[in-house]
Each structure stands twice: as structure tokens, then as C-alpha cells.
Nanobody, 125 residues
Framework: QVLLGESGGGLVQAGGSLRLSCAASGRTFSSYVMGWFRQVPGKEREFVSAISRSGHSRYYTDSVKGRFTISRDNAKNTVYLQMNSLKPEDTAVYYC??????????????????WGQGTQVTVSS
């Protein structure tokens, strides 16, 4: 069992930056692969990024490559998503997710067992 809580969302103009944080409960944070997903009303939740347990491996959906950076600090039980050069199409609720599974498809929603409540990111034109 792990509890996740996202923060750092807000309203930003196109071209701006935000850093999302996801704080996790418990003492086994380093055992989890962590991911970020996003969702807009009426659309399916989509994969954004994931990071391995050690932080050595990172994965991104094509639309955010070169703009977003995922990182983690296991000593702080926190995963981050640095979002630069934001576009209006990045507007969504962003969710943090965790799984004990590794060597799996980290872009698949059903890989993840635990989810945060989400934080709203709005990018204006």
C-alpha cells in the first residue's frame, strides 16, 4: 500500500514552465516504478512519462520529448515532472502512479496499482 499526492499544477501561459511533484507515503518508495499520466474531460487517460526504481531509466511519450523531464529523489519519497515550453494541448489533469512491477509496459494504465488524486495544469494561448 502506498498513498500518492500530486502538487504544483496551475495556470501558465504557452511557453512557460511548471514543476509537478508527487509525494509518496511509506518506507518502500524505491521499490516502485513511478509514472505520470494525464487526462482531459471526455478523453482516455494517457501516458506521459515513467522512471525506473533507481532513476537510471526514463521513458516519455513522443509529444513531450525534449520538453518534459521526469526525476525522482528516493530520499524524499518524491517524483517530479519538470514541464518546459508548455503548449495549450498540455492542458489536463496530471496523475502520479506507482507500481511494484518492473520490466513491464510502463506506458499502460493497467500496469499501475496506485494513483494520486490529480493536479490541474492549464496552459493558455
Amino acid at each position: 500500500q502506498v498513498l500518492l499526492g500530486e502538487s504544483g499544477g496551475g495556470l501558465v501561459q504557452a511557453g512557460g514552465s511548471l514543476r509537478l511533484s508527487c509525494a509518496a507515503s511509506g518506507r518502500t518508495f524505491s521499490s516502485y516504478v513511478m509514472g505520470w499520466f494525464r487526462q482531459v474531460p471526455g478523453k482516455e487517460r494517457e501516458f506521459v512519462s515513467a522512471i525506473s526504481r533507481s532513476g537510471h531509466s526514463r521513458y516519455y511519450t513522443d509529444s513531450v520529448k525534449g520538453r518534459f523531464t521526469i526525476s525522482r529523489d528516493n530520499a524524499k519519497n518524491t517524483v517530479y515532472l519538470q514541464m518546459n515550453s508548455l503548449k495549450p494541448e498540455d492542458t489536463a489533469v496530471y496523475y502520479c502512479a506507482a507500481t511494484l512491477n518492473y520490466n513491464s509496459d510502463y506506458g499502460a494504465i493497467n500496469t499501475y496499482d496506485y494513483w494520486g488524486q490529480g493536479t490541474q495544469v492549464t496552459v493558455s494561448s
